[in-house]
């Protein structure tokens, strides 16, 4: 086997920075063969996730997150493309000689060890020394807070502990990088978000590259120093949680992550930086454009805005805000908030939370007439992925 | 009321399979055991006498048969564990969709009756058979060469005999490994001969365990075998309980055989299940 030299993938933001990546994935595809089809499991993805990074691979079910993952792990080969792991190709090796450790979404735990056995496994088959591998496994277990539990089996712990052996037994091992393939996913949601809060402090604890593979897009948002959203195979969007969430790139990043509200638009006054948009008669809408973007008048466009960026007013707002007309459809009184339900001149179906403050009385009832606002910044010209 | 129908649901419903072994295995079984322990003979009928002399008479008599019963089991057991493991590991892992394809093909044979089976495989390793008379005639083989007549015609036959019971529960052994505790094992820096011996092996013993048990017993007393392959110098116990019986009316003799038989057998699972069917085994194969 030959060892591929190449240039580091510079062209996303974030923490991938100077240093070589921990993982990176060069234009990898994975196509399976099953009744005689061709099933493109994944079609191009291209990664690079940075040393200690905290790095979430989020799409809805079916997109390819699995099956990325397994080809980190060594599990499957690319049809095309290459992974790297520290710089180095690993065409060719297989899963028990590289250097990551896998935690599965179903823990897949050794049924017939003890928790020790199954915690040492690693450790063994890589010849450790009996003191040391008594050792680390017991620093492990106290790390995830099952000391004293060595010598169940499986079977006789709860799911959340099962959870905590899994993750254990991948990271006595000290490897490179940890690949966790929705290991919340069993969980119910109290247990599930005490065991995030533990997951970022182990993270913390041992400095180890993390790969999280979630479908659960507040799971993401919380976690990771990165996501990639994922889609039928594609990367849409890769960025920080900030930036995923208030600047989704494609219609599909805005609708997977968050409530997003979808307004079209003409371009009346084109450019690069920002453009003037109608939507409807008398909605006016600046909106600011990514880099590389630009918009020429006549142009149809899309764009998203969060639903607790937009205000609602019974008068027209000033003159420096994207405004749009329209009708309340619906009021729902939440507690701290209050959802409004805006139908738009410009026939858009829109959706407002207004924070409930002391005193506040309904800002709007049910068929009044009202004028949406925001702020320039916050509404972003969608694109499509390439 | 209804507490007391759910306190009762447990043996009403064992009631019917009870119902079965106490009339059908339970009752034999007690009555074959007074027979050991009679005197007499057909024509002026047998007595109850606690003759404990019929245990002795028998090991006396046969007891090279018995001795060979257990060791013709034991051989074709291990030769039925090394021919069904691989078939059943290659099915489970391999099979893909046809799995069930295969399994059919593997048992398919044993729809056809067991005697008749055993009597074509007389008809092809005769001397001059269709398998060795033309390697005969031709001089590849020695005029006294022959398979018939041999205990290793005895273990071939039970062998082929009682493989299914082999091979099917190691297949649903091997067959219920989650395939992703093996990948685990391979993450966690296994080769494949590891994670064969730490993970599939010990995973698949309790399969192994049960076909030994399904195996050893019935082949160790099987009497067919012996009688249409293995010619007068390899008889089984199980051909002499049946002369004795049947051509003798020797009927305290033969129970006495029987008796001796299944606590031999008693005795082997016991040790073997000592030796392998406990948790210690498994421990061992976690290191
Ligand atoms: N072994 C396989 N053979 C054929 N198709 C496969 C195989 N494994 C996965 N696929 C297909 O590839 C696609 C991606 O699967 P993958 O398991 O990577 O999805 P995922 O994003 O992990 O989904 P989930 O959130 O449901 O786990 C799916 O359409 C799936 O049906
Ligand atoms: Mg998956």
Redesign the interface.
Known sequence: MTETQHAPLRDDPGRAGDAVPAIELAGVRKEYHAHGETVPAVRKVDLAIGQGEFFSLLGPSGCGKTTTMRMI???EEPTAGEVYLHGESVTGV????RDV??V?Q?Y???????VF?NVA??L???RTPKAEIAERVAAMLEIVDLAGREKRRPAELSGGQQQRVALA??LV?RPRALLLDEPLGALDLKLRQAMQVELKRIQREVGITFVYVTHDQGEALTMSDRIAVMNDGLVEQLGSPREIYERPATKFVAGFIGTSNLLGGEAVEGGAGQAVLRHGDGGRIVALLGDGRSVTAGDAVELTVRPEKMQITADRPDDGLSRVPGRVSEVVYLGTSTNYNVTTDGGAEVVVFVQNAMNAEDVARRGDRVWLSWEPQHSYLLGSPE | MARLRKALTPYLMILPGGLWMAVFFVVPLVFMLSVSLMTGNIIDGFKQTWHWQNYADGFHTYGDKLVRSLWYGLLATVACIALAYPAAYWIAFKGGRRKSTYLFLLLLPFFVSFVLRTLAWKLVLTDNGPLLGPLRSHGLLPKDFHILDSGFAVVSGLTYNFLPFMVLPIYVALERIDYRVIEASYDLYAGRTQAFLRVVLPLSLPGVFAGVIMTFVPVASDYVNSEVLGGPNNVMIGHIIRTEYFDNSSYALASALSFSLMALLLVGIFAYARALGTEDVLEAAGR
Do not use: Y
Not at chain 1, 94 to 97: D, H, I, S, T
Not at chain 1, 108 to 114: K, R
């Open positions: 792990a060594g599990f297989p899963a028990n000689r450790n896998m599965f179903s897949a735990l050794f049924p017939h060890m003890s056995e496994f690693g063994r088959r890589r037994r991948a091992n």
